[in-house]
């Protein structure tokens, strides 16, 4: 993500809001905030990708990957991100023996929390936090849509 001088001055980003990472299919990443105008999160990452979601681990502890469930399905394009920040397990077995996994379509990269009821769910991530992980993943995103 590049970013220049203090991020509560950009465009569009404020520090004290929550945001996902989306990281597209045609190679761009954004970032956009996580919560709808009725505070849930589920409608907000059913638009982000296009339909019913999937939750996977990502290759960063306590972040996760949303995807379109059905995206395979629907033959949604590969995604340029998979390999950098999905490691599926290979296929041991059958005719699928050494077949690895990628992800289709839009993916939201989003962190673990735990919810009022002491449940794990996922949140948005704070500027701070978006900030690391797109350096981690060597992203540049504007700022968020």
Same mark, same amino acid.
């Given at each position: ?52 979601? *999937? ?14 469930? *059905? ?5 949604? /394009?590969?995604? /340029? ?8 397990? /290979? ?20 962190? *673990? ?5 002491? *449940? ?26």
């Amino acid at each position: 993500m590049e970013v220049k001088g203090p991020a509560r001055k950009r465009k569009g980003v404020n520090r004290m809001n929550k945001y996902f990472i989306v990281l597209k299919t045609d190679g761009s990443a954004v970032l956009h905030k996580a919560l709808s105008e009725s505070g849930d999160l589920l409608p907000t990452l059913q638009k982000l990708v296009g339909g019913h979601i *999937e939750v996977v681990p990502s290759v960063i502890p306590r972040y996760f990957i949303v995807l379109n469930e *059905e995206g395979k399905l629907k033959r949604l /394009p590969s995604n /340029p991100f998979s390999p950098h920040i999905y490691l599926p397990k /290979p296929a041991k077995f059958g005719d699928y023996q050494g077949f690895v996994d990628v992800l289709v379509g839009d993916i939201v990269i989003a962190v *673990e929390a735990v919810n009022r009821y002491g *449940e794990r769910d996922l949140a948005g991530m704070t500027w701070e936090a978006a900030d690391k992980v797109a350096k981690c993943l060597n992203l540049q995103m504007p700022g968020a849509g």
